[in-house]
């Protein structure tokens, strides 16, 4: 019964998909009875009752219902490249608005807050409804997959990126912001680079070539390319040196010889988000959808200052999800750092827990995922290092 309901209702689609085949399959319908009274009442041509006259009907049968087929695939063909030409028209048209209402703003509105004086007058932020933090960017990977996954079909974080931001095909990728933090002097090229392309879309990516922390200040960058006698490449293990931590402790517990070090701009993480994130000013599409920030970390222990400063200042209040790589003793360190880290992971954990089962009035997701996949390193070398084998990102 149900494969007869689906012939019927497939046999209504095509004729509700083309409907001059009806017009046809009703005057065929005719021209057979009318052939046929006339047929049996007179003695028909002999070239009427030849083989080879049936053949060739039927071969024109044929080509016709060919034809037909291959016209409807080309009808189909031409209405999904119609559809993704309006979309392209509309995303450059709001572009080109957004680009001619900022330009028309005569007053700009100053950041008085001392914190918050390193960041531009304007907010970096205005116009964007979510918000996709990545600490610790590297070389912009993360970033490259929240806005062209379709080039990394096996990433874990995928659908995590489609529960905060939507399915890829309903994304309106010029409200979704990322903003990049990244200390490597070494990455400054590549990822202004990659912000510059993709502005050039109207989507904003804001890097800061500086590291995350608990307070803004300068700090000594240590950059290395090896662990435990395995290469890592393009310095994912590199962190920051601590305040009261010295080089040589760094090494100790970081299993190394020797580290070349930098000094390099701070930020204070917490007042970024409540300074800038939580006064960006919302495009109208907030009316219809929830904002979202989310946050991937990978910050080599930064994690220890800058989550309880998180809490105590109330940044957490305007962050929806934080995934990250913990740092504690499973991650072959030793020290303080990694002990405390260890005692902080069920903690926060366990706030976040009790945001969403006593029903708070804002909750927050925290979890941990460390997605390393198309970065070429390590174990996942075979897959290739995909920051240098994609292209720069063109509209």
């Known amino acids: 019964f149900r494969y007869l309901e689906f012939v019927y209702r497939w046999f209504v689609g095509w004729l509700t998909s ?22 049996t009442k007179t003695q028909p041509p002999p070239i009427l009752t030849s083989a080879r006259t049936s053949l060739l009907l039927l071969v ?3 080509l016709g219902i060919v034809w037909d087929r291959r016209m409807e695939v080309e009808v189909g063909e031409l209405k999904e490249k119609l559809v993704v030409a309006e979309w392209k028209i509309n995303q450059g048209v709001e572009h080109r608005l957004e680009l001619l209402s900022k330009l028309e703003k005569a007053d700009v509105k100053t950041i008085d807050n001392n914190e918050s ?13 979510h918000v996709f933090i990545d600490l610790g960017s590297n070389r912009g990977l993360q970033i490259r997959k929240l806005y062209e996954p379709h080039y990394f079909p096996l990433s874990p974080v995928l659908p995590l990126y ?3 931001f939507g399915k890829p095909e309903n994304r309106k990728l010029q409200e979704i912001c990322s903003v990049a933090f990244e200390p490597n002097p070494k990455h400054a090229e590549h990822l ?5 392309s993709y502005a050039s879309c109207g989507i ?5 070539m500086a590291g995350v922390g608990h307070k803004n200040s300068k700090s000594k960058f240590a950059p290395f390319n090896s662990l435990l006698g395995s290469e890592v490449g393009h310095d994912t293990s590199a962190r920051l040196i601590h305040d009261d931590e010295s080089v040589k402790q760094y090494t100790e517990s970081h299993f190394h010889d020797t580290v070349d070090v930098v000094e390099v701009d701070v930020v204070r993480f917490a007042t970024f988000i409540t300074d800038v994130v939580a006064k960006r000013k919302l495009p109208t599409s907030a009316g219809v959808h929830i904002p979202r920030v ?11 200052k800058i989550i309880p400063d998180m809490v105590v200042t109330g940044a957490l209040s305007h962050v929806d999800n934080i995934h990250m790589e913990w740092h504690d003793v499973s991650h072959y360190r030793k020290g303080r750092e990694p002990e405390m880290i260890s005692k902080l992971v069920p903690a926060i954990t366990t706030l976040a827990e009790l945001s969403i089962s006593e029903g708070l009035e804002h909750k927050f997701e925290i979890e941990e995922m460390d997605d390393e996949t198309y970065c070429g390193l390590l174990i996942y070398k075979p897959w290739g290092d995909y920051s240098q084998i994609l292209p720069m990102p063109t509209c």
């Open 18 to 39: 083309s409907p001059h085949i009806l017009v046809i399959l009703l005057l065929t319908s005719i021209l057979t009875v009318a052939s046929w009274r006339f047929l």
């Open 294 to 304: 989310v946050i991937k970390a990978d910050i080599e222990g930064a994690e220890l």
């Open 162 to 164: 489609q529960r905060f």
């Open 204 to 208: 904003k990516v804001v890097v800061y």
């Open 192 to 196: 202004n680079n990659l912000a510059a």
């Open 60 to 62: 024109v049968i044929v």
């Open 117 to 129: 004086a390193a960041y531009d007058e304007e907010n970096p932020l205005d116009g964007c409804l």
